[in-house]
């Protein structure tokens, strides 16, 4: 009972692998297509093509072309109304090849049992994540990212669940479990559940953001790693990228966790036909489900696989934050509203007392045109910038987003020549406006993408709740540069790799930085991310506000 | 001389005899039924309670086995477990692992069957308030000398029963449906047997005459399910009516079982719950009331060679001629089906 219980199966598993660990060349396109034919599943290719806004330096790829091959494993006695997809990617040389193999071995098993209600859906996607987006929106009949793709031919009903696997490596030792997603979306906790559940059942070491399971959460050691891995969690999640081919599922509600295995060099190793176990019983499990999973919570923080923070707990640190700024907010109102002291000088401030709108209007109008230039400049005069600078197109996009930024710190001294003199009210009440403006943007960020939100919150609120023109100027411009979302994004990169037990040296950090500067625009043209242009057109400007504030006269 | 010692030897014995013949007579009727009845019903649908459905049909096995025939039988099943999508073994139910008995078998008659099990469906049954097209199957045509069993499961709390997710029946209609059937004359003697959790809370509201209720757990417990297969991927039976099967399949129609022993089934050590019963509401003794009584319908057949005085009932009468030659035929009438003259000056 099981998979692979029969020896021949078994061998035949074992046949598949070792012909898959050839380096293949590209997709074979023809020969999955043949494999899974065999294997009786009704196959069908997708071909898609695309051209980066400029090239991509980690995964070295600019005008990207390539087909995606899925098989549909019809259930034999229900009618095709829901589906259930296993997916792996399949890259130039043998990076995943383990993956495609188990894929295909599993495809041969579950075409023998009559027990799926559910059609199933093996796909093998080309260049990962852009692949991926293309067969969705085509599976979906959305084109969101103006990707050119030929429409799909074969569909299996609306898709419940899905799971993507990455085996980099031929020796697994233990599996980690990748669940964050586009703009921070996490799977229903019920998927991560499962997995854990059956990691236990089949004694295989499981891991969440690459750390292990441990008996003793309560001593000291245990709670710093749970503290970590929580941290880490919350650092990816405000990345807003997908930390695995699964994250684009979940923008269309469809649950989608990634199943990594890694190999770190243990005795007991992992072979292939437990992971294939456990994604039979994994998929059991799905096909007896009747409803889209929705029992369990889609917000939450993991510290470890086995326990959760749910959104009931979270949430009350930001609120708490938030609140710092609706106080201030009153503060500044009560002021605005009190008359001024009597006293000699009341005639003059009188007159000083109604600020002009313009006044207000203007550092609001500048601050974001800034952060529109800011979105907009890098990646359209990038061609200009390589003419001029001998450096690399990505490099040239990176580099104008930082000039860009930097040039925005100069604007008040010019904001002020067009405007009339400014006002002890004048700047009380553009800090009211920029205050409000900033808890509203903060909370509904929070609300979608929970980490960005508390970083920025965390970050922002503290300067925005004590910057005024009197403080000492040279100090809180030093903190307010220092807690600008740019230096956030430096040293969150920074902590990012001590986390991961990986410290880097200023150098290298500095490329990472300028690394992920690019990754997140690249996300944002290519899947629809939404961190870049809240950055760019909301948040900076935000910031900016504030540093006009910072250098009222 | 010993001529005579025998004649009265035999002569005494066949007195005793005829003595015994008369008592076998008395109680050949002290049960008081003459037909037997089963409504056995399933509330709930969806592959996950596969259990449910295994329930009701092992005890529609057992009832069928001792003897009650379908067209007695109403079985209200409100999912297809067996040829559900997800069932690994299609056309089968099983009701323990290692797939020892499939209750299915192949001669299962569904009366009700899906979106047809609801409370109206099922107290229409019960008290045969039925639309006049509705076939003999989905009928329950008892009378006044019917001994019924009614078998309930499914999903239950604390005075309620849910049917399909969507409704539920309470205590109190419960207990009012079967204040009509008493009214009507539908039964003699009535057992009804409930396995969800908290299922003692059905039986508390009851007030006719001659019920007898059984139930898996008391009210603030759950029931709980026996073993799961892994074949199959669900829990196969719950704990009272597995033993309750195990119980029954040692019974055979000739079997003189009573129900105290019937009563002590799944005792807490086995079910973890703790089964009740209740019995204020019948008029004889537990311990000498047959488990055959209502699961089986057994006919009384007893072979003597020796004629039985029966006390004459029908009168005869001499038929006179008429005064005017013709025979005179008496006139017959229906009488009343509900003697509401006679129940108002109760």
Not at chain 1, 355 to 361: E, Q, W
Request: with cysteine; aromatic share 10%.
């Amino acid at each position: 009972m099981g998979l692979l219980s029969d020896p021949n199966r078994r061998r035949a598993l074992i046949n598949l692998l070792t012909r898959l660990n050839a380096p293949i060349c590209g997709m074979p396109v023809d020969w999955l297509v043949k494999t899974m034919q065999a294997r009786g599943l009704e196959v069908f290719t997708q071909s898609f093509s695309r051209t980066l806004p400029f090239p991509d330096e980690n995964k070295e790829r600019y005008m990207v072309k390539g087909t995606n091959v899925y098989g549909i494993l019809r259930a034999p006695r229900a009618p095709r109304t829901e589906a259930l997809v296993l997916s792996a990617s399949c890259s130039p040389g043998d990076e995943n090849n383990q993956a495609v193999g188990l894929l295909l071995g599993l495809a041969q098993y579950f075409r023998n049992q009559i027990y799926f209600a559910k059609d199933l859906i093996f796909l093998v996607n080309e260049h990962d994540l852009i692949g991926m987006q293309a067969w969705l929106e085509g599976y979906h009949h959305t084109n969101t990212t103006g990707m050119d793709w030929t429409p799909l031919h074969g569909r299996g009903g609306s898709i419940q669940a899905a799971l993507s696997l990455e085996l980099n490596s031929h020796v697994v030792t233990s599996l980690d479990l990748v669940l964050e997603g586009l703009n921070g979306q996490l799977p229903n906790l019920d998927l991560a559940n499962l997995f854990y559940a059956f990691c236990q059942k089949l004694s295989v070491l499981c891991t969440i953001e690459g750390k292990l399971q441990r008996n003793d959460w309560d001593s000291v050691s245990g709670y710093s790693q749970a503290v970590q891995t929580m941290m880490l969690m919350v650092m990816k999640q405000a990345s807003g990228r997908p930390w695995g081919d699964h994250g684009l599922f979940l923008r269309y509600h469809i649950e989608a966790a990634t199943i990594k295995g890694i190999n770190s060099f243990r005795q007991d190793k992992t072979d292939a036909t437990t992971i294939g176990r456990l994604l039979e019983g994994m998929y059991r499990k799905l096909n007896n489900l009747l409803e889209r999973l929705h029992q369990s919570y889609f917000f939450y923080l993991m510290p470890s696989l086995s326990n959760f923070v749910s959104i009931g707990y979270y949430m009350p640190a930001f609120g708490l934050l938030a609140v710092i700024l609706l106080l201030r907010a009153l503060d500044l109102w009560v002021q605005l509203v009190t008359p001024p002291p009597r006293n000699e000088e009341r005639v003059n401030d009188i007159a000083q007392s109604c600020p002009g709108v313009l006044s207000i209007l203007i550092p609001l109008v500048i601050s974001h045109l800034t952060g529109v230039a800011l979105y907009m400049l890098p990646v359209r005069f990038q061609e200009m910038a390589v003419e001029h600078f001998p450096v690399s197109e990505t490099e040239a996009v990176v580099l104008t987003a930082i000039a860009v930024y930097t040039a925005g710190l100069a604007l008040p001294h010019n904001t002020h020549r067009y405007s009339s003199e400014g006002t002890e009210q004048g700047w009380r009440v553009l800090k009211l406006v920029a205050v409000l403006y900033l808890a509203v943007l903060l909370g509904c960020t929070a609300l979608i993408n929970f980490s960005l939100g508390f970083i920025l919150a965390l970050t922002l609120v503290p300067v925005a709740a004590f910057v005024t023109p009197h403080v000492p100027k040279v100090l809180s411009a030093f903190a307010l540069v220092f807690l600008s979302p740019a230096c956030t994004l430096l040293f969150s990169v920074f902590f990012y790799q001590e986390l991961q037990e990986m410290p880097v040296s200023f150098q290298d950090g500095w490329i990472l930085y300028l690394s992920v500067i690019s990754q997140g625009i690249l996300d944002h043209y290519l899947y629809g991310s939404l961190v870049y242009p809240l950055i760019a057109l909301l948040v900076y400007p935000c910031w900016l506000l504030f540093w006009n504030i910072l250098f009222w006269k | 001389m010993t001529l005579f010692t025998l004649l009265f030897l035999l002569s005494s014995c066949l007195l005793v005899y005829c003595i015994n013949i008369e008592d076998n007579v008395g109680q050949f009727f002290s049960s008081g039924h003459t037909n037997n009845w089963a409504v056995l019903v399933c509330t709930s649908r969806f592959w996950f309670n596969y259990r449910h459905v295994a329930n009701t049909l092992s005890v529609y096995r057992s009832v069928k086995r001792l003897g009650i025939p379908d067209s007695h039988i109403v079985l209200m099943l409100a999912d297809d477990m067996a040829c559900n999508h997800r069932n690994p073994k299609p056309a089968t139910v099983f009701s323990h692992k290692n797939m020892e008995l499939n209750v299915y078998g192949d001669d299962v008659e569904v009366d009700y069957r899906g979106y047809e099990v609801t409370v109206e469906n099922f107290l229409r049954v019960l008290t045969g308030r039925l639309p006049p097209s509705t076939p003999r199957s989905k009928r329950l045509l008892s009378d006044d000398r019917s001994n019924i069993l009614i078998y309930l499961t499914g999903h239950g709390g604390n005075g309620f029963l849910k049917f399909q997710d969507s409704e539920e029946i309470s205590n109190v209609e419960l207990a009012d449906a079967f204040e009509q059937m008493w009214q009507k004359r539908r039964y003699n003697e009535l057992l009804f047997i409930i396995d969800t959790c908290q299922g003692a809370s059905m039986y508390e509201r009851f007030y006719s005459p001659n019920l007898m209720a059984l139930a898996s757990s008391q009210v603030g417990e759950d029931s709980l399910s026996h073993q799961p297969d892994v074949g199959i991927g669900v829990h196969l039976m719950d704990r009272y009516t597995f033993y309750l099967l195990e119980f029954l399949e040692d019974i055979h129609p000739a079997s003189k079982t009573c129900m105290n022993d019937l009563f002590k089934v799944c005792p807490k050590s086995q079910c973890v719950s703790t089964p009740g019963h209740r019995t204020d509401l019948f008029l004889r003794d537990p311990g000498s009331v047959l488990v055959t009584d209502f699961f089986g319908s057994v006919r009384k057949v007893e072979i003597t060679m020796d004629s039985i005085n029966l006390t004459s009932v029908v009168s005869h009468r001499k038929e006179e001629p008429a005064a005017n030659g013709e025979l005179q035929k008496e006139v017959y009438s229906y009488s009343d089906q509900l003697p509401v003259s006679e129940i108002i000056h109760q």
